[in-house]
């Protein structure tokens, strides 16, 4: 899939092919709706709060709204096709796994 990737301060992201996502077993793969610019995005690629990622590169965008798409086996609350929402969070997606630009 395609995906837009933060690779360096002040570089611009890179529009490169990743890998399809596969879910772990406590986890869900989301097809991504709409995903928000947001402030800590900017200071992540201006070098401001760098640090607070899990690794470089990564795709960014922690401000995400979707669709459930795949389901690990041990997920129990989603079921393909429910509508979610993801809260930006320092541990989550676009901060410390890939995010919602893909």
């Known amino acids: 899939m395609k995906a837009w990737r933060f690779?360096?301060?002040?570089?611009?992201?890179?529009?490169?092919?990743?890998?399809?996502?596969?879910p772990g077993p406590d986890d869900i793969v989301i097809d991504t709706g709409a995903v928000g610019l947001c402030h800590s995005d900017i200071g992540f690629m201006n070098g401001?709060?760098?640090?607070?990622?899990?690794?470089?590169?990564?795709?960014?965008g922690h401000e995400i709204v979707g669709t459930v798409s795949a389901v690990g086996s041990k997920v129990s609350e989603f079921v393909l096709g429910?509508?979610?929402?993801?809260p930006a969070t320092t541990d989550g997606p676009g901060t410390a796994i890939d995010g919602g630009y893909a």
């Open 82 to 86: 429910d509508r979610v929402g993801i």
């Open 7 to 22: 690779t360096a301060v002040d570089e611009q992201l890179r529009h490169v092919e990743i890998g399809e996502p596969v």
């Open 48 to 60: 401001t709060i760098t640090h607070l990622l899990g690794h470089v590169p990564i795709t960014l």
